[in-house]
């Protein structure tokens, strides 16, 4: 009787000790925001993208990854401002940015925090002084550059190939854009090389496309280029693709979304590519590097996708020599 006593308390303190324990071991769950300023029905492929990146670094929501998520779907940039300053309160381990405009808030609202920003896809970083150099970011944000400013001159070239020569091309120039100045001057610059004088047509919310568009004839104006980077074009592609087939513009994008649905051709890096290998740089900051010494990485390879069927109904004969060096046809 006195030794079942005994095993009894015994078993009882060796279950109080394994309790506390447990108690004050350290939650290995993750919890990472995700700030977007666009709807999940346009932007929903891009997280998927980053969770699959997530499980393979090794996180998965439901187990041991929390994420915060906020889509500004319907508002201006202070509401994004807004949604960043409410993940910024939760006290996160990371919060991904996925644009320009979203990186900028989630830097803002993190300034007096540690907690580290990482950008999934962003033109000119430094230029827009969101971080101080790639090798050395400083600060709190890190992640991958889209290089869309470097992108440009071969933008240009590849829509000069499938029109006419002596085409009056046209810009597509976001006013609200932050990284659109730096981009505009960048592919004016490779025009001037050429010898080319490109028109501007500036837009500012998505209301402002159809009128736009509507004076790509009156001016006699024969092919377009649409910055890339630019959330408002990019979640409204749907609409720009609508508008230019109406048109019969030709029309180079930054992303292979819009020749998905129709759109001429494109050139750029991938966007689910980026937003997947975004993951790598989460899992480096959650496991203790500061988000300041890692290098903001730039893409390496480039995709140019063509639209034959697009092509067709423009009237238009992609020369064979530009075909082959697409990396997808869609026929």
């Given at each position: 009787?006195?030794y ?7 078993v009882?303190?060796?279950?109080a000790?394994f309790?506390?324990?447990l108690?004050?071991?350290p ?28 499980r393979?670094?090794?996180y ?9 998520r ?11 401002r ?49 971080i101080?150099s790639?090798s050395?970011?400083g600060?709190?944000?890190?992640g ?12 240009l ?6 029109v ?16 659109h ?13 050429r ?11 998505g209301?402002?496309?159809?009128p736009?568009?509507?004076?790509f ?7 377009l ?12 592609r749907g ?7 109406r048109?019969?513009i030709?029309?180079?994008f ?12 494109s050139?750029g890096p991938?966007?689910?590519s980026?937003?997947?290998h975004t993951?790598a740089?989460?899992d480096?900051v ?6 300041g010494d890692?290098?903001?990485?730039q ?13 067709k109904?423009l009237?238009?004969t ?11 046809v869609?026929?």
């Amino acid at each position: 009787m006195v030794y079942a006593i005994r095993l009894f308390v015994l078993v009882g303190a060796l279950l109080a000790v394994f309790t506390e324990a447990l108690a004050q071991a350290p939650d290995k769950t993750k919890h990472v925001g995700y700030l977007v300023w666009s709807s999940y029905g346009a932007r929903g492929h891009l997280e998927r993208a980053l969770l699959d990146g997530m499980r393979d670094e090794g996180y998965v929501e439901g187990k041991n990854l929390v994420v915060e998520r906020r889509y500004v779907d319907v508002g201006d940039l202070e509401q994004v401002r807004a949604a960043a300053r409410e993940l910024a309160a939760l006290k996160l381990d990371a919060i991904v940015s996925t644009c320009s405009d979203s990186t900028a808030a989630a830097k803002q609202a993190t300034a007096n925090s540690s907690v580290p920003v990482v950008m999934a896809y962003v033109s000119d970083p430094v230029g827009q002084g969101l971080i101080v150099s790639y090798s050395h970011p400083g600060g709190n944000v890190t992640g991958v550059a889209s290089q869309a400013e470097d992108t440009l001159p071969k933008m240009l070239q590849y829509i000069l190939e499938v029109v006419p020569a002596g085409t009056r091309v046209a810009v597509l120039y976001n006013t609200g854009n932050p990284a659109h100045p730096r981009l505009w001057q960048r592919v004016e610059s490779a025009a001037k090389e050429r010898g080319m004088v490109l028109e501007r047509i500036e837009v500012s919310k998505g209301a402002d496309l159809g009128p736009a568009l509507d004076n790509f004839g009156r001016e006699h104006l024969g092919a377009l280029l649409v910055l890339p980077d630019d959330n408002m074009t990019y979640n409204r592609r749907g609409q720009l693709i609508e508008l230019v087939q109406r048109q019969r513009i030709p029309v180079i994008f930054g992303a292979r979304e819009f020749v998905d649905i129709g759109g001429l051709m494109s050139y750029g890096p991938s966007l689910a590519s980026n937003y997947r290998h975004t993951a790598a740089y989460v899992d480096k900051v959650l496991t203790g590097t500061r988000a300041g010494d890692l290098p903001v990485e730039q893409p390496t390879k480039f995709e140019l996708v063509i639209n034959l069927k697009s092509a067709k109904a423009l009237g238009l004969t992609i020369p064979q020599s530009l075909v082959l060096r697409a990396d997808e046809v869609i026929q």
